[in-house]
Nanobody
Framework: VQLQASGGGLVQAGGSLRLSCAAS????????IGWFRQGPGKEREAVSS????????YYADSVKGRFTITSDSIKNTVYLQMNSLKPDDTAVYFC???????????????????WGRGTLVTVSS
């Protein structure tokens, strides 16, 4: 199983970035793909996730209306479009895959069994 996150970088507040998570080694359409982030001195938190079985999505309150998650089952890639970025969005962003059967579990770190290396997003003020 491989999950490769990319697309991070340095951006000014108000700017945009698109993260990509390329997945391989498992049946993509059966899994939920989640984006998590960990800021300096903070715990890892859920940002957004998408259940590929039915398209259900989850967004943390802090990113609703600014971030959009999409999934491409042809490319086995999940994207996180991040707009109106804020300095508080600065973190290492990780993508993860989990075989999740309930929508309620989509936001929990423990529900995801496969993790990729993170990509750093830095938002300057």
């Amino acid at each position: 199983v491989q999950l490769q996150a990319s697309g991070g970088g340095l951006v000014q507040a108000g700017g945009s970035l698109r993260l990509s998570c390329a997945a391989s080694g498992f049946t993509f359409d059966d899994y939920t793909i989640g984006w998590f982030r960990q800021g300096p001195g903070k715990e890892r938190e859920a940002v957004s996730s998408i259940k590929n079985t039915n398209g259900e999505t989850y967004y943390a309150d802090s990113v609703k209306g600014r971030f959009t998650i999409t999934s491409d089952s042809i490319k086995n890639t999940v994207y996180l479009q991040m707009n109106s970025l804020k300095p508080d969005d600065t973190a290492v962003y990780f993508c993860a895959a989990g075989w999740i059967t309930t929508n309620q579990a989509m936001k929990y770190v423990q529900a995801y069994g496969y993790w990729g290396r993170g990509t750093l997003v830095t938002v300057s003020s």
